[in-house]
């Protein structure tokens, strides 16, 4: 938790910072999904939220990016291993068509994966612990679909979720 808080302040402290310099709309976003994480177990669809807020030129946008996902997995003799991975990102986003109804999109993103793993059911100590969690890339495309000119339906694929669908809103 103290990793999450630390990297937590860090992205609002350069959010901050940089959104002085913005000379365009910045934007907020909501995602849902499917994939983030892990594809194995069963457990809740993954949750994201992008917050771009600095423009370099017509087409770059600069950002943040979170994610929450929980999982689960039965190992069979009443033992269940639960994930939960909470992802914290800066990323950078290359538009097509700025301006335009049809918006495609791609980009990359840095960031950190807060993993952890805990086993229900008993004890760790006859099964071993796996990892999770950590520094990591990605890259992602989509599209937003500009219903008014503050409002957009968005779909991505990429890391986290590795499907999604959401709402932007631009400001």
Do not use: C
Not at 91 to 110: E, I, M, N, R, V
């Amino acid at each position: 938790m103290k990793k999450f808080t630390a990297v937590f302040a860090f992205v609002l402290l350069v959010s901050s910072f940089s959104f002085g310099q913005y000379s365009g709309k910045s934007s907020l976003g909501a995602l849902v999904g499917f994939g983030g994480g892990g594809l194995t177990g069963t457990g809740a669809i993954p949750i994201a939220a992008e917050f771009n807020f600095y423009k370099i030129n017509e087409n770059v946008q600069l950002g943040a990016f979170a994610g929450f996902s929980s999982t689960s997995e039965d190992i069979g003799y009443g033992y269940k291993w639960k994930y939960t991975y909470i992802i914290v990102a800066g990323q950078g986003t290359y538009h097509f068509s700025p301006g335009a109804k049809f918006d495609p999109f791609a980009g990359l993103a840095l960031g950190y994966n807060i993993g952890s793993v805990t086993l229900e059911g008993g004890s760790s100590s006859f099964w071993a612990t796996p990892t999770v969690g950590g520094l990591f890339y990605s890259g992602f495309a989509g599209f937003n679909y500009w219903m008014s000119p503050n409002f957009a339906l968005q779909a991505r694929v990429g890391y986290f979720p590795y499907i999604g669908v959401g709402i932007t809103y631009s400001m």
